[in-house]
């Protein structure tokens, strides 16, 4: 006799346990992480656990190619092979080699990624190119000035304001400054990089917006006198230190350095070198009448175009450049965070040692020049760093220097034409 209720009861149980051994033999989605972090070490890999432990459905391999980083994933990701997700910097010269993918379709539909959640800054550095958006912030740093509270109070010196202007930075630059005790009020690299903040809070540039000009701007009279005005803080008011352990960035843990010009890396730096040290960052200078600039650090993580599962790959990608990872980034001292939500939440708007740097991510406003052109590292910087090493270490007056540049420059621009 049939047992209609048995029968149903036998499917029932058979059904259930086909179901669970489907999900028991399901094989897991694999997504491999590179960067620059060993495994084990820093807030990555404690991010990417987080990631793991939310998202069993995950695989997640995190691989550290060390020195050759950047030189691996090119080789590998140009060979069909590669990683899914991968730190990188220079995003015009990634794009126009089809690198990776444009993450911006993604990151609409994504409620912890949408890129209105982002300091504009950190996208424009850590991403964005052209109209699209080929990585999610990572880490950034708007560059300002660190001040060493001790050296202040030796000097009987009130602390600075966001609201200073050159003339008032070189006049407690003068002040701080001591050659004959081994102490100078600033100190700062010269680097095509590092100098952008001076020469655009001027009104300056090196080229112009798709930087097939020079001519015009790198010998522009905004140009020429941002660089003549830092070259004298050198040259003339002494108050860089000219050679030695001091100039080549040693020196502000000591209190031998009162001011940096530098990003937030130096914050941890410093507290290293000296766990004792006071100080605060500020908001660079301006002149007189006008509003100060910066520059930006920052990285971003990148989708390969050989991701097989791009949505899993976003998935990662909200822990890593979401609340979350950026939470842990700020705990462990590793970096600012790149959503104004997280600077708000760990009050680091008016943070005294942080707070400066924050704040100058309003004046990061003018694209970089790398950001230009996937040409400007590889071809055009070296002509700018060669003028500025003349200038900086007295052997050709700025204007000069600065015009020579700029032809060298334009005939390179106008062989592309």
Request: glycine share 10%.
């Amino acid at each position: 006799m049939f047992n209609r209720k048995a029968w149903l009861t036998f499917v029932l149980v058979v059904v259930l346990v086909m179901g669970i051994t489907g999900v028991m033999s399901a094989e897991k989605i694999k997504i491999v992480v590179a960067d620059w972090e060993p495994e084990g070490r820093g807030p990555i890999s404690t991010i990417l656990q987080k990631c793991r432990e939310d998202h069993p459905e995950l695989e997640i391999e995190q691989v550290y190619y060390g020195s050759d980083h950047f030189d691996k994933l090119l080789v590998n990701i140009a060979t069909g092979g590669g990683p899914d997700i991968y730190l990188w910097y220079d995003f015009p010269a990634l794009a126009e080699g089809g690198f990776g993918v444009d993450l911006l379709p993604y990151m609409l539909e994504s409620e912890v990624l949408h890129p209105d959640n982002f300091f504009p800054g950190a996208l424009n550095y850590g991403g964005k190119y052209k109209d699209g958006i080929y990585a999610t912030p990572h880490s950034f740093t708007p560059r300002a000035i660190l001040v060493n509270l001790d050296a202040f109070d030796a000097a009987g010196l009130a602390y600075p304001t966001d609201d200073w202007t050159w003339d008032e930075f070189r006049n407690i630059a003068l002040k701080l400054t001591r050659p004959d005790e081994n102490k100078y009020g600033f100190n700062w690299y010269w680097g095509v990089y590092n100098i952008g903040g001076f020469i655009w809070g001027n009104g300056g540039d090196f080229v112009n917006e798709d930087a097939t000009q020079a001519i015009g701007y790198i010998d522009s009279p905004e140009t020429i006198e941002a660089v003549t005005w830092l070259a004298n803080l050198r040259l003339l008011d002494g108050v860089m230190p000219l050679s030695g352990a001091l100039q080549s960035g040693q020196g502000f843990a000591t209190g031998n350095i009162a001011m940096m010009e530098t990003g937030a890396w130096d914050l941890w730096v410093s507290k290293e070198a000296n766990p004792n040290i006071r100080m605060m960052s500020v908001v660079p200078p301006a002149p007189e009448g006008k509003s100060p600039g910066s520059v930006l650090h920052s990285s971003g993580w990148v989708v390969s175009p050989n991701c097989q599962n791009i949505e899993a790959a976003m998935i990662v990608l909200e822990y890593l450049s979401g609340p979350i990872g950026q939470r842990e980034m700020v705990i462990q001292d590793a970096a600012l965070p790149t959503l104004p939500s997280v600077v708000t939440e760990f009050q680091l708007w008016n943070d005294p040692e942080s707070g400066g740097f924050v704040r100058a991510v309003e004046y990061a406003t003018t694209t970089h020049w790398f950001l230009r052109t996937p040409r400007w590292n590889s071809e055009y910087e070296g002509v700018v760093q060669d003028a500025l090493n003349q200038i900086f270490d007295g052997q050709a007056a700025p204007a000069t220097a600065l015009r020579a540049a700029g032809e060298a420059l334009q005939r390179i621009m106008d062989s592309y034409k």
